[in-house]
Each structure stands twice: as C-alpha cells, then as structure tokens.
C-alpha cells in the first residue's frame, strides 16, 4: 500500500468509471515508482484499467539528440516492462495541453495520475490540463523518499537548515516498495510505432548521442552495484577528486527516473554498515538532491540571477565594474577556448562525455563567473552549456548546482574578492591542492 501522504491532490471531483491514467514524465520506470504503484492500487481495487500515457515533445527545454536519444531508448525498454504487467504505454505527441484532455475524453479515464516535478514547464502542463478536465488528479511524489511539499512548506536557506527536517522524517518515508502483480489483461495495446515517433520530432542533432552509457533500468541497476561493491569504499576520500572516478556515475538515470532514489538508499543501508562513506554519500544523494527539489519547487525563479538571496545580488552588484583579466563569449567558453587548460579540459570532458565530475562542475561555473561580463550573463552560459551537453541537464540539481556556484544559494558568504564579492570563491591552486589536475587533463585528453 502507498503511504497516502505520498499523495497531492491538484484537483479534486468525482473519479470516474473509466480507466486510471498515469500521466509518467519525470520518473520513467516501472520498478520503485510511487506514482504507478498508486495507478496500479487505484485500478485493481476499482476493477479498472491501468493505462500509462508519455507526452514526448520536441523541443524540450533546449534538449538536444543527445538527451533524445538516452530518453527515448529508455522509453522503449520501458514500454516492454509495462506489458508484461498488461499496462497499455502510449506516447502522445504535440502539446500536451491538447493530447492530455484529448485522450482523457476519448478513454472517458476516470482519474489522472502525475509524478511530481518542480520545474515550471511541468507544472504549466499540469494546471493547463487542470483547467480543461473534470476529473481528478493526483500529483505522486515517485523522485524524492520524502514528498517535497512535507520535507519542507518553504524555500530552506542551506543543507544545515534542511537536513533536521529529513532525518525527522525519514523513518517514515524510507520503507520498501510493494510488489507489482500484472492487471488482469483487459485489452490488447498494440505497441508504439516508434521509428514514425522518431521521425516525427525535430530535435537538434547538434550533439551527439553518448556510447559510453546505456540508458533504462538494467543498465541503471548495474551501474549501482558496481559502484556499490567497487566505488562506495573510498568514496567520502576521494569523491571530490576528479582524477579518481569515484563517483556513482548515476545522475543521468536519476535524472530521466531509470532508477529510484529510495531504492539506492535502501541498498545502501541494508548492505553496507554505516560509515563516513556512507554518510557523505546519502547526504549527496538524500539531503542535498532533495534539496535542490525544494530550491525549484519553493523559488519560481531558480533559472535566474533574481533567485538568488539579497546578500549575494548585493554583494555581486558591489563588484559588478570591476575589471576582469579575462572575459569570454558564450561561444568561447562552449569551444574550450579560454586560457585556462583545467577549465578548458572540464568543458570538454562534458562535451565529449555528457558529464563532468561533481567538483569540477563548481570549479567551471565558477569561473564563468569570473570571466563573464556580468553575473547574468555568467548564470546564461552556465545553464546553457550544461542543459546543451550534459546528459542529467535540464533537472533541479543543475539549476541549483549553478545558483550555488555563481548566486551562493545555500552557501555564506566569504571574504570579499574582485567579482566574486562575498561568493565563494574556487580557483585552480585549489583544485591542485585537492587532486592531480595533470592526471585528470591527461585522462581527459586521451578520449578527447
Ligand atoms: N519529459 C516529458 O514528459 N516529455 C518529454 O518529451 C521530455 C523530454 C526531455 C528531454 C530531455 C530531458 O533532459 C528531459 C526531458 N523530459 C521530458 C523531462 C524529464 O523527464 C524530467 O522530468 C525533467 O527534466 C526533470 O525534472
């Protein structure tokens, strides 16, 4: 059964005779998704039909063949699993305020579930289709272990102010998922045509796909208890060091729902007894990933430089004129083409790879700050590039990652420099302080 506090009502009325339909967007999976469970438990106990629907758009927030491509290979994994549930997957092109109602109407659907994102495109869908239907939606928290709206009721100032709210909660939240039995067959879905889908999106072609990553739930399994048996033992030591490839490597299948967070911190739990590396590796992937998701879904404008706390706007407009040894255009900065070789190697180990490592993303960010014309402009570039060409883009942990770096959010201010006023402030003797750079340059170059 799911914890009812899992559930948000964003509209309320009658619940139909016809089927139940799970709107799925940001969680694709079938394994460890809250939101289906509930679909799945709403049309058993009503003797009703499980249908899930995926409103496939082609200009997504910037996306680009890369994402495309990872997404849409999952979508096709996924459809295979839904029907060995006997769970129909249908993808709906166009607008979703036009096929979601659409398709409502024409299944005469009894009640609309959603699994919870905090991103303003998302939620625009979801009042937008509110507006032009009668019956109900339930909104399932299926990313985060503790729905977002009871983590917290408002914008947390930093980790250290949020983190008691979750270890508060957690016990409660941290529980195991129910079995999934198949509904009883009640129709038979022909699959989707997915080569006319493909053909039928116009997607920027501008960046190529990743080889090295396999998208969908398997290969998202895989990567965890790789890291979980290879990685997880040195990880509090050497998770800041780019050089070293520690990390989980996991954002890209959390981002896109190929995996659930809950189901790695409980493998984590049960598996491995509790030390720092284990602690530094749940505060990344509890507290400070659930955090962003309060960042999103409390500040409306998380994508801006007016997102961003009073201390830092004024501290960054007290240093808005003064001199920058080096400034670079958007186009400089995405060609690789600054002084900098550490930075230069970050940039294009994204672009090469669709990722960058966790450390060097503060390190990058931060100098375009320091060589952009002005915080806006910086805060552009940043989001730009990183939406462009990294594989987990688009998501409230990047948005945050790069209002952290370049706006301070749920960081203090430090001691006053040039340009970066009170934020804080990284450079490359740190990095050299904090791992090989010669040996991450050099690692990086050999696949460039
Ligand atoms: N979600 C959708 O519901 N439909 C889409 O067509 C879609 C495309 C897409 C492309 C790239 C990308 O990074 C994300 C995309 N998403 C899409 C959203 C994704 O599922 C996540 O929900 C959010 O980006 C994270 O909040």
């Not at 129909?88 to 919870?116: H, M, N, Q, Y």
């Amino acid at each position: 059964m799911i914890n009812r506090k899992r559930i948000r009502y964003l509209k309320e009325g009658e619940i139909r005779k016809g089927p139940i339909i799970y709107w799925m967007s940001r969680d694709q999976r079938v394994n460890d998704n809250w939101a289906l469970v509930h679909a799945i438990e709403m049309a058993q106990d009503n003797d009703k039909e499980c249908i899930v629907i995926f409103t496939l758009v082609s200009d997504f927030l910037g996306a680009t063949l890369r994402q495309y491509d990872f997404m849409i290979k999952g979508l096709q994994k996924l459809e295979n699993r839904l029907s060995r549930l006997n769970i129909p997957f249908i993808v709906l092109l166009g607008d979703p305020l036009r096929s979601v109602p659409a398709f409502i109407e024409s299944t005469k659907a009894g009640c609309l579930i959603t699994d919870f994102d905090p991103l303003k495109i998302k939620r625009k869908w979801k009042e937008e289709v509110g507006r032009q239907i009668v019956i109900p939606i339930h909104e399932v928290d299926a990313h985060n272990i503790i729905p977002c709206w009871l983590a917290s009721d408002k914008e947390e100032y930093a980790a250290y102010t949020f983190r008691p709210k979750i270890r508060k909660l957690l016990p409660d939240f941290l529980d195991e998922f129910p079995p999934l039995t198949p509904m009883p067959s009640k129709r038979h879905a022909e699959g989707n045509n997915w080569d006319a889908i493909i053909a039928s999106l116009h997607i920027s072609r501008s960046v190529k796909p990743v080889e090295w990553m396999k998208p969908g739930e398997n290969a998202a399994r895989i990567t965890l208890e790789h890291f979980l048996s290879e990685k997880l033992t040195n990880y509090s030591s050497l998770r800041n060091n780019p050089a070293m490839n520690v990390t989980s490597g996991l954002s890209a299948y959390l981002h896109f729902g190929h995996i659930a967070a809950q189901r790695i911190a409980l493998e984590v739990i049960r598996g491995h007894p509790r030390d720092n590396n284990t602690d530094a590796f749940l505060e990344e992937l509890i507290v400070r990933r659930e955090l962003s998701d309060n960042f999103c879904f409390y500040n409306p404008n998380y994508d801006s430089i007016s997102g961003i706390r009073p201390w830092a706007s004024q501290t960054l407009d007290q240093h808005r004129h003064d001199k920058r040894d080096y400034v670079y255009t958007t186009d400089q900065f995405e060609r690789a083409l600054t002084h900098d070789d550490l930075w230069n190697t970050a940039q294009l180990e994204m672009i090469k790879t669709g990722r960058m490592h966790s450390y060097m993303r503060m390190y990058w960010a931060k100098k375009i700050l320091e060589w952009s014309n002005s915080p806006e402009d910086a805060l552009r570039t940043a989001i730009y590039l990183n939406d462009k060409y990294e594989l987990d883009g688009r998501d409230p942990n990047g948005y945050t990652g790069c209002m952290w770096s370049i706006g301070g959010i749920h960081d203090r201010p430090w001691t006053e420099r040039k340009i970066f006023g009170k934020i804080r402030f990284m450079n490359r003797k740190g990095c050299e302080r904090k791992f090989d750079v010669n040996k991450y340059i050099t690692a990086v170059n050999q696949f460039v």
